[in-house]
């Protein structure tokens, strides 16, 4: 069962349902569903993989376009930016991800992906919106359709994006490269939202401070001396060593990180031989390292290269057969929710959604969401939210333990689409009408 501590013995369907204050915005919000509804199955039967979204950019650029919106496309390859000047005041950023997964679809939905591309691995594969990208950007239509009709609303310049390559922790920073605050207005806010497969459909969840984890993929080549099996005294036997460094790597997390900060080492991958009788000349690791300051990932990193060397010479290898320790570039930071951002948003929503604004644990999945605010710390405010995208029922049942929920990136991952969208919608048009409400 995959619940949130917040969620606990909390009956979803009455969450999800629960009463919240009808206003014009929510009337609004009901109107334009069924459009975005039928956007959001059109993206999901055609999810397009990581820097291969053009046919989704020129899809939604259009839509942009037809509100009024400045837009440029082909911005970090295949990222499009949306600008909306309207006097003074703030900016504000708001961003969402197009890019699809390597997933092979498994829900059964009548509008099921049946597309099939080449991912970076050169294997073809099938194609899925198995992380619900397809949500967040049908969000974005709807939240950019309220924002352009309400510009007696607001003032100040409005920034709209859509993100290529989150999946792969590439476009973000591939988007700054490409001039974003400087080519176009440089935000004050930055925001987004995630849909959650570990909360009921309609809840908003958020984490003050830390949000999501630096991930960083570090492979190691061992080296050895190869030969018989049975006469290992004339090898260095590379299994031995790399299992060596396997076991030492735990000690990282747990006797020289601080206990008080949470970090993950894993070794994902061991490979090494191809017979039973023949000690390899190599051995190969490969090892993810979830982290959330900077700090930690240091040490953790550092760590890793020096256990490495270290069972090394205590193997007896030579100078010159020294572990080969490599550290992914670019890797994806953590991602940050600022103080008073975070608090205004919560303070404004919780009276909108009555009982379904809860702040959560950081967690250890990875979103380059965090590049928006790292490239301009001092200037830049930044917030995720979550919105739950389980279904009432399923809900209810996994709570009983009857089932278990699928995660993101499942095959079978389909979330409550009606419900996290206009939940999405609604949140964020709020919240950026807040952010730049006239004076």
């Not at 909306?84 to 703030?90: E, L, S, V």
């Not at 008080?260 to 090494?272: D, H, I, L, N, R």
Request: net charge negative; charged share 20%.
């Amino acid at each position: 069962m995959r619940t949130w501590g917040w969620m606990a013995g909390v009956a979803a369907l009455s969450l999800a349902a629960a009463p919240a204050q009808a206003d014009e915005l929510r009337d609004a919000v009901t109107a334009d569903l069924p459009g975005l509804i039928a956007l959001y199955e059109d993206l999901h039967a055609n999810p397009e993989l990581s820097f291969q979204e053009v046919e989704t950019a020129k899809k939604l650029a259009a839509r942009a376009r037809a509100l009024g919106f400045e837009v440029t496309e082909g911005v970090g390859k295949t990222g499009v930016v949306a600008v909306m000047r309207n006097g003074d005041g703030p900016t504000v950023m708001l961003r969402a991800d197009m890019d699809g997964l390597p997933v092979i679809e498994q829900t059964g939905l009548p509008y099921a992906s049946k597309r099939r591309a080449v991912p970076q691995s050169g294997i073809e594969t099938g194609v899925m919106h198995a992380c619900g990208h397809d949500t967040h950007m049908a969000g974005w239509v709807g939240t950019a359709q309220l924002l352009a009709a309400r510009r007696d609303q607001w003032s100040g310049t409005l920034v709209m994006i859509l993100q290529p390559a989150e999946e792969i922790g590439e476009g973000a920073k591939a988007m700054l490269d490409d001039g974003l605050y400087t080519r176009f207005p440089k935000p004050d806010y930055v925001l987004a939202f995630h849909d959650a497969a570990q909360a009921p459909a309609g809840m908003i969840g958020y984490a003050n401070g830390f949000a999501l984890a630096n991930v960083d993929s570090v492979d190691i080549v061992v080296p050895g001396v190869g030969g018989h099996g049975a006469y290992p005294h004339t090898t260095k036997d590379p299994v031995v060593l790399a299992s060596a460094i396997v076991m030492r790597l735990q000690t990282l997390v747990s006797r020289e990180l601080n206990p008080t900060e949470s970090a993950v080492v894993t070794v994902g991958s061991f490979q090494a031989g191809s017979k039973h009788n023949i000690i390899p000349d190599e051995a190969r690791l490969q090892i993810t390292v979830r982290s959330y300051s900077d700090a930690a990932r240091k040490l953790l990193l550092d760590g890793i290269a020096r256990i490495a060397r270290g069972e090394a010479v205590a193997a007896g290898m030579p100078d010159d057969k020294m572990p080969r320790v490599s550290v992914a570039d670019p890797y994806t930071p953590a991602t940050f929710n600022t103080a008073a951002l975070t608090q205004r948003v919560a303070a404004l929503l919780a009276p909108r959604f009555e009982g379904r604004v809860k702040e959560v644990p950081a967690v250890m999945g990875g979103e380059d969401f965090s590049q928006f605010y790292r490239a301009d710390r001092d200037n830049v405010e930044s917030l995720i939210l979550w919105v739950g995208g389980v279904r009432a029922e399923e809900w209810a049942k996994a709570e009983k333990g009857e089932i278990t929920l699928p995660s993101l990136h499942s095959p079978f991952w389909a979330p409550d689409a009606p419900v996290v969208i206009a939940t999405a919608t609604e949140a964020l048009t709020a919240a950026t009408l807040d952010l730049m409400a006239k004076p």
